[in-house]
């Protein structure tokens, strides 16, 4: 049952990150770069961008033609379609991982794929849809961006001894609409499918903005953010994306719930809005969203800094978040990310940034409070070891703050290992958090005959603590997928073991659904399965993610990261 009308294709390319036009091959400095720190000497990171979709092996449609006229008779047979142009995007997320499967896809291997996509336009036509796979065994992957880097959007047949009859992408494309703008409160009502610049858009028509800008803000959607718990890039401005949510709406296999309360605050039991945000479609599908927007700024005022090392500059952004001051981006890079820069696209390796740890800031606000929180930033900076190197730097990074994606699918053609991970700690185990991280990919990519690349930034800050994010560069070797997941696996298990996070804002996926035990606990992993067994009592909702269904072998059995 094939139709090309009423489902829109995923912007980005189906094994790229972005799109063909937006890639780029790699630029004579990151490839010297590569030649002489790991011998990589791979082509001109071209290939995967020229491979279509009828040449990778796909699995075939196995859903039975009764379930898929069924399911058109809900959704119109206009907004259901099995063509592998649609299947494609909708297979796999945008990890490492996810990108080298498929160019093995182009070598000969079968990737597995949805049976069908659907477009629901409804929230009734999503319950039809969810109690109609309830009843038959049909696994549903919720689709918004496709951004997901832990495994979230792997069609998984089988999870935990449950074995399905096939398995749906549900877009939520058509849930783009924006709705009941309050600008006195500063609320308003998004579409779970919009994306992030289409919101921004939206918004600002009304003269106002979100300001949430995760590094998949080009093809992130609304829903996807509060599901997977995204931290922007202005977070220390406006907060993570799960501080904005007001309200939510989840439709569910048992029933449509809205979730949050008609107020600023409420005591009437426990916030039922954080089952929702970080839940991943594993209990259901969010629909749309209420959240708090503010006014879109008059001015943005822009300083770089220098500090001799990262323990001093850690101490300074510390300094900033307890005093208060209020940038709306502060970010530091260790010396090694300093100098490589990846925001400079074919220039990296070739900056001319100063010695040091660059550490980045923006204010935004009215002319007179964006002058005043910048300048007592500054002076507490300067007062903790800064050196300040003017706007230029800040700018930059601003300007290029979304190139770092697409420069790994290149450095992956060419034979390098690039990927990236996430934690979060205290301010007093910082230092130790890191190494260990450091430490513990180092050995295990070393092991497998490379060295390592290990670059770090803080770009979230709280009072308490700070995210620290890892971009890792290395020779492929052997099976790279492999050799991934077990470096993966080693730093994840230093982590759990070390007071950091599994994850901080990339999400559980499939990939750390087997660390929740050490994450929450086995209670909390059973309070999970409780919560899923009453929304979800068949169990397929996005399989393989988050957690598995109660009685279907534990949360540790996940397919996924190994060791």
């Known amino acids: 049952m094939d139709t090309d009308t009423g489902v829109a294709l995923p912007p980005m390319a189906f094994n790229l990150w972005g799109t063909v036009e937006e890639a780029k091959p790699l630029g004579d400095s990151p490839r010297k770069l590569l030649a002489k720190l790991m011998g990589v000497t791979g082509d001109d990171g071209t290939a995967a961008r020229d491979v279509p979709v009828g040449q990778v092996s796909l699995s075939p449609v196995g859903l039975a033609e009764g379930h898929l006229t069924a399911l058109a008779g809900i959704v119109g047979a206009s907004h259901l379609t099995t063509e592998d142009a649609q299947r494609a995007p909708r297979s796999r997320g945008k990890s490492s991982l996810d990108l080298l499967e498929w160019r093995a896809g182009a070598a000969g291997q079968e990737i597995s794929a949805p049976d069908a996509v659907l477009a629901p336009g409804t929230e009734d036509e999503v319950l039809k849809v969810l109690q109609y796979c309830t009843e038959h065994s049909i696994a549903v992957v919720p689709f918004g961006g496709g951004t997901s880097v832990v495994g ?27 709705s009941d703008v309050d600008a006195v409160s500063g609320l308003a009502t998004l579409g779970a499918g919009l994306s992030g610049p289409a919101a921004e858009l939206a918004l600002a028509d009304h003269g106002l903005q979100i300001g949430h800008y995760p590094q998949s803000f080009p093809y992130a959607t609304i829903g996807g953010y509060a599901v997977t718990r995204s931290s922007g890039q202005n977070s220390a401005g406006y907060g993570r994306f799960d501080d904005m949510v007001r309200e939510l709406t989840l439709v569910t296999p048992s029933g449509i719930m809205t979730v949050g309360q008609a107020s600023p605050a409420s005591a009437a039991g426990p916030d039922l809005r954080e089952l929702v945000m970080g839940s991943e479609g594993a209990f259901g599908v969010v629909t749309s969203v209420r959240l708090r927007v503010h006014p879109v700024p008059q001015v943005k005022r822009y300083e770089a800094f220098t500090f001799p090392d990262f323990a001093t500059g850690a101490a300074a952004l510390r300094a900033v978040k307890q005093t208060g001051t209020g940038p709306t981006v502060i970010r530091l890079s260790d010396e090694i990310e300093s100098s490589v820069n990846l925001s400079s696209g074919d220039k ?19 002319p007179e409070h964006a002058s005043s929180r910048h300048e007592e930033t500054r002076n507490l900076l300067l007062a903790h070891g800064a050196t300040s190197v003017g706007e230029d730097p800040a700018r930059h990074w601003e300007q290029g703050r979304f190139n770092a994606p697409v420069l790994r699918d290149s450095l992956l053609d060419a034979g390098a290992l690039c990927e990236t991970l996430e934690t979060a700690t205290d301010w007093a185990n910082v230092p130790r958090l890191k190494k260990t991280v450091g430490d513990a990919l180092a050995s295990s990519l070393n092991k497998s005959g490379t060295m390592a690349l290990i670059m770090c930034h803080i770009s979230h800050v709280y009072a308490e603590g700070c995210s620290l994010y890892f971009t890792i560069v290395a020779a492929q070797q052997g099976d790279p ?7 993966k696996t080693a730093v994840t298990r230093a982590l759990t073991e070390n007071g950091g996070t599994v994850t901080h804002h990339h999400a559980v996926g499939n990939d750390h659904r087997p ?12 309070v999970l399965q409780a919560v899923k067994a009453k929304l979800d009592p068949a169990g397929i909702m996005n399989p393989g993610t988050l957690v598995e269904a109660a009685g279907a072998g534990g949360a540790s059995g996940a397919a996924g990261v190994s060791s």
């Open 515 to 526: 660390f929740m035990d050490a994450e929450i606990g086995e209670l909390g992993v059973a």
């Open 152 to 178: 979230g959007l792997t069609p998984f047949r089988e999870d935990g001894g449950r074995d399905y009859a096939g398995v749906v992408s549900l877009d939520l494309a058509r849930f783009d609409t924006v």
């Open 348 to 366: 990296v390796g070739e900056t001319q940034s100063p010695p040091g740890c660059m550490c980045i800031t923006l204010f935004e606000g009215t």
């Open 481 to 487: 997928v492999a050799q991934w997941r077990a470096a």
